[in-house]
Nanobody, 120 residues
Framework: EVQLLESGGDLVQPGGSLRLSCAAS????????MSWVRQAPGKGLEWVST???????SYSDSVKGRFTISRDNAKNSVYLQMNSLKPEDTAVYYC??????????????WGQGTQVTVSS
């Protein structure tokens, strides 16, 4: 059974930090690109960051310089270190796994999400 289990969401004050974790099981983790996607209240899904199988990373402009994505293939886990948090970062954060063959998406898995609330 495939599972992506996010953790680390919390209530934090503006300017604070959080580290999200996503533990994967049931598939060959190191073959997958891993992403974080968020959904703010009343809004659609917003891509946040991706780390490729080889470790290259990319970020949305809204989080660049504040968030850092990383992965540990030995632990089948991906992380999102979030610094200098802003109220507009408030959202449910989802972990996503994608398997590509070239540019073609072959498989995709989603976690259940973890709530991040940035408020004073």
């Amino acid at each position: 059974e495939v599972q992506l289990l996010e953790s680390g969401g919390d209530l934090v004050q503006p300017g604070g930090s959080l580290r999200l974790s996503c533990a994967a099981s049931g598939f060959t983790f190191y073959n997958y690109a891993m992403s974080w996607v968020r959904q703010a209240p009343g809004k659609g899904l917003e891509w946040v960051s991706t780390i490729a199988q080889g470790g290259s990373t990319s970020y949305s402009d809204s989080v660049k310089g504040r968030f850092t994505i990383s992965r540990d293939n030995a632990k089948n886990s991906v992380y999102l270190q979030m610094n200098s948090l802003k109220p507009e970062d408030t959202a449910v954060y989802y972990c996503k796994a994608e398997l590509f063959s070239g540019l073609v998406l072959q498989n995709e898995y989603w976690g259940q999400g973890t709530q991040v609330t940035v408020s004073s």
